[in-house]
Nanobody, 125 residues
Framework: QVRLVESGGGSVLAGGSLRLSCAASGYIVGGYIMGWFRQAPGKEREGVAVISISGSSTFYADSVKGRFTISYDNAENTLHLQMNSLKPEDTAMYYC??????????????????WGQGTQVTVSS
C-alpha cells in the first residue's frame, strides 16, 4: 500500500512562486512513476507533470512548460513541484499520484492507482 500526502499549497499573486511537496510512504520502488495533476472547479482533472523515480525522465503539460519543474528526492521519498511565474489559470486543487510502470499516456488520471488528498493553489491577479 502506498500513501501520499501533499503540502505546500497556498495563495499567491500572479508572477509568484510556490513549491508543492508530496511525501510518499509504503512500497515505492524504482519502477514507479509519480505525477502531479490539478483540477479547477467545473473542469476535468488534468495532468501537469510526471517523473520516473528511477530514471528521472520527466514530461510536462504544454501549459506549464518552462514554468514548473517536477523532481523526486529519493533520500526522503518526496515528490516536489516547483511552480514559478504563476498565473490565475493555474488556480486549482493539486494532487500527486503514483503508479507502477511507465505509460505513454502519462496524463491519464484513471491510470494511476494511488492519490493524495490534494492541496489548494490560488493565484490572484
Amino acid at each position: 500500500q502506498v500513501r501520499l500526502v501533499e503540502s505546500g499549497g497556498g495563495s499567491v499573486l500572479a508572477g509568484g512562486s510556490l513549491r508543492l511537496s508530496c511525501a510518499a510512504s509504503g512500497y515505492i520502488v524504482g519502477g514507479y512513476i509519480m505525477g502531479w495533476f490539478r483540477q479547477a472547479p467545473g473542469k476535468e482533472r488534468e495532468g501537469v507533470a510526471v517523473i520516473s523515480i528511477s530514471g528521472s525522465s520527466t514530461f510536462y503539460a504544454d501549459s506549464v512548460k518552462g514554468r514548473f519543474t517536477i523532481s523526486y528526492d529519493n533520500a526522503e521519498n518526496t515528490l516536489h513541484l516547483q511552480m514559478n511565474s504563476l498565473k490565475p489559470e493555474d488556480t486549482a486543487m493539486y494532487y500527486c499520484a503514483a503508479r507502477l510502470g511507465w505509460i505513454a499516456k502519462w496524463d491519464a488520471s484513471y491510470e494511476y492507482d494511488y492519490w493524495g488528498q490534494g492541496t489548494q493553489v490560488t493565484v490572484s491577479s
